[in-house]
């Protein structure tokens, strides 16, 4: 079969930590070129550095997704080095989760959001845009989220910006098809990614609870003492209650790994037994 990540060149916003240095990681060991930005200059350096370590072809770059002149110059970056741009994944986000009543404490917060989810995947698209449509094909990849499916209680503006995360990934879809291949990948709750550290109350989850709200909470509690049964730990088992960041990489990387005549246009990356509603 054959790979279609290998010499691809692909650029990872959030690359500094978490969810995205795994995907560039993975990446770069199926042989893939990668362009490594984030807003935390020495994060990545050191993603960059791991994987040079490992024989891997990368690049660090600073970007602030916010700014589309920064986004524009990491573009020009990746072709100055690698001469094109195969794949743009939109990785960079926070998730800071408040009720209506929070404002006082959320507002802040939610501006940023908006410009970091929102303006960022925007800002992403735009940078690579003219390139792909010159190169003649490209691959941008939109993190979305569940929460961008439905209005949901606690989540307004993040589910918002979300939402428009979907929306303009059809509309680039339906504007370039045949020259540029759109994938939005909506990932349920994933410990371990680092958004839970920009939550603003944690009881907003709740929206997507549902009735399973109290079971969840239980859940959390085994979870942060090491306790959760073993099936619930293992992805091989129906009952697995949560994804880890590296199941959800492998799936953006399956994404990638396509024929450049095959498009993934909308993935939702859940464990079989988890307990979000939506």
């Given at each position: 079969?054959?790979?279609?990540?290998?010499?691809?060149?692909?650029?990872?916003?959030?690359?500094?930590?978490?969810?995205?240095?795994?995907?560039?990681?993975?990446?770069?060991?199926?042989?893939?070129?990668?362009?490594?930005?984030?807003?935390?200059?020495?994060?990545?350096?050191?993603?960059?550095?791991?994987?040079?370590?490992?024989?891997?072809?990368?690049?660090?770059?600073?970007?602030?997704?916010?700014?589309?002149?920064?986004?524009?110059?990491?573009?020009?970056?990746?072709?100055?080095?690698?001469?094109?741009?195969?794949?743009?994944?939109?990785?960079?986000?926070?998730?800071?989760?408040?009720?209506?009543?929070?404002?006082?404490?959320?507002?802040?917060?939610?501006?940023?959001?908006?410009?970091?989810?929102?303006?960022?995947?925007?800002?992403?698209?735009?940078?690579?845009?003219?390139?792909?449509?010159?190169?003649?094909?490209?691959?941008?990849?939109?993190?979305?989220?569940?929460?961008?499916?439905?209005?949901?209680?606690?989540?307004?503006?993040?589910?918002?910006?979300?939402?428009?995360?979907?929306?303009?990934?059809?509309?680039?879809?339906?504007?370039?098809?045949?020259?540029?291949?759109?994938?939005?990948?909506?990932?349920?709750?994933?410990?371990?990614?680092?958004?839970?550290?920009?939550?603003?109350?944690?009881?907003?989850?709740?929206?997507?609870?549902?009735?399973?709200?109290?079971?969840?909470?239980?859940?959390?509690?085994?979870?942060?003492?090491?306790?959760?049964?073993?099936?619930?730990?293992?992805?091989?088992?129906?009952?697995?209650w949560a994804i880890s960041p590296e199941e959800l990489a492998r799936q953006v990387v399956w994404v990638i790994d396509q024929p450049w005549g095959i498009s993934i246009s909308d993935v939702t990356v859940r464990a079989s037994g988890e307990e979000f509603l939506f």
């Amino acid at each position: 079969m054959a790979d279609h990540v290998v010499d691809k060149v692909v650029v990872v916003t959030g690359a500094g930590s978490g969810f995205g240095r795994l995907v560039a990681e993975m990446v770069s060991a199926r042989g893939g070129r990668v362009v490594a930005a984030d807003v935390d200059v020495a994060a990545v350096t050191a993603t960059v550095e791991a994987i040079r370590a490992q024989g891997g072809e990368a690049r660090a770059v600073a970007a602030d997704v916010t700014d589309l002149g920064q986004m524009k110059a990491l573009a020009r970056e990746a072709v100055d080095s690698y001469g094109h741009i195969d794949v743009m994944v939109n990785n960079a986000g926070i998730m800071p989760l408040a009720f209506y009543a929070d404002h006082a404490q959320a507002a802040g917060a939610w501006d940023r959001c908006i410009d970091v989810n929102l303006k960022g995947v925007l800002h992403g698209i735009i940078a690579v845009h003219d390139q792909m449509l010159e190169q003649g094909h490209g691959h941008v990849v939109n993190i979305s989220s569940i929460y961008g499916n439905t209005p949901t209680v606690g989540a307004a503006v993040y589910a918002a910006t979300k939402a428009a995360v979907n929306v303009l990934g059809e509309a680039l879809r339906a504007e370039s098809q045949g020259r540029i291949k759109v994938t939005t990948v909506k990932p349920t709750g994933v410990p371990g990614t680092g958004l839970g550290g920009s939550i603003v109350n944690g009881a907003a989850v709740v929206g997507l609870l549902g009735q399973n709200a109290d079971s969840y909470w239980g859940h959390i509690g085994q979870m942060m003492e090491g306790a959760l049964p073993a099936e619930m730990t293992d992805p091989d088992d129906i009952r697995y209650w949560a994804i880890s960041p590296e199941e959800l990489a492998r799936q953006v990387v399956w994404v990638i790994d396509q024929p450049w005549g095959i498009s993934i246009s909308d993935v939702t990356v859940r464990a079989s037994g988890e307990e979000f509603l939506f």
